[in-house]
């Protein structure tokens, strides 16, 4: 319905672990962004990215890193997972430029044990 | 202090009621704002922009006052598919770095 779809849906991992979302955005989309949401929670911006490159990042540490690629495809990866990991990682895509609209995925549902 | 905050709720309503939702934010560098519905375990969708003179989409109107910082979204003649949860939304620049609030729980009743 977006056009932009995600996955895995749901996985989960354990502590320690490494984990690679993926992201697939709309055709034209060079921005995407990636946001954390725990429960009970509204979604933590992660990071931003711009034709490939990283263009603003939020509060979160280095192991969180992320990959644009040239069809409008686009990665986060988590290298030792902790339980507060634990949420729902959302990708949001857009073309940008002034009112266009953002685009968000379903969503990636991780638990880590 | 988180950057937007609003009112957790839950409203409870019954059909048919009039519901206001208020927001603030504390960035006063914000341009672009936003409210975001979202249902239970699904991604948060688009409702409506936030204009500074304020706008309206059917029985959706929202306010921005600068001045304030202050956000509002009211809901007229309550549906009981309108029970989600609210989110308010700033931005320094838009489309970059969607800020959100914490939501608010909507439950419409019949």
């Known amino acids: 319905e977006t056009g932009v779809t995600q996955s895995p849906t749901h996985l989960i991992k354990t502590r320690g672990q490494q984990v690679t979302l993926r992201c697939s955005s709309q055709s034209g989309h060079n921005t995407v962004s990636w946001y954390q949401q725990a429960l009970g929670q509204g979604p933590q911006f992660i990071f931003q990215?711009?034709?490939?490159?990283?263009?603003g990042r939020g509060n979160f540490p280095p192991r969180f890193s992320g990959l644009q690629f040239p069809n409008y495809s686009s990665e986060l990866n988590v290298n030792a997972l902790e339980l507060d990991d634990s949420a729902l990682y959302l990708c949001?895509?857009?073309?940008?430029?002034?009112?266009?609209?953002?685009?968000f995925g379903e969503g990636s549902w991780l638990t880590v044990v | 202090r988180k950057e937007v905050e609003q009112d957790p709720g839950p409203f409870n309503v019954p059909e048919g009621a009039t519901v206001a939702f208020n927001c603030t934010y504390s960035?006063?560098?914000?341009?672009?704002f936003f409210w975001y519905r979202q249902d239970c375990r699904k991604e948060p969708k688009l409702l409506m922009s936030v204009y500074s003179s304020g706008n309206e989409d059917g029985r959706f109107t929202a306010q921005l006052n600068r001045a304030s910082q202050y956000i509002s979204l009211l809901i007229r003649d309550s549906k009981l598919s309108d029970s989600a949860t609210y989110l308010c939304v700033a931005s320094i620049q838009y489309g970059n770095k969607l800020v959100f609030g914490a939501g608010t729980i909507l439950r419409v009743k019949s």
């Open positions: 990215y711009y034709r490939e490159e990283e263009n």
């Open positions: 949001a895509s857009c073309l940008a430029g002034y009112r266009n609209t953002i685009y």
């Open positions: 960035n006063s560098a914000s341009q672009s």
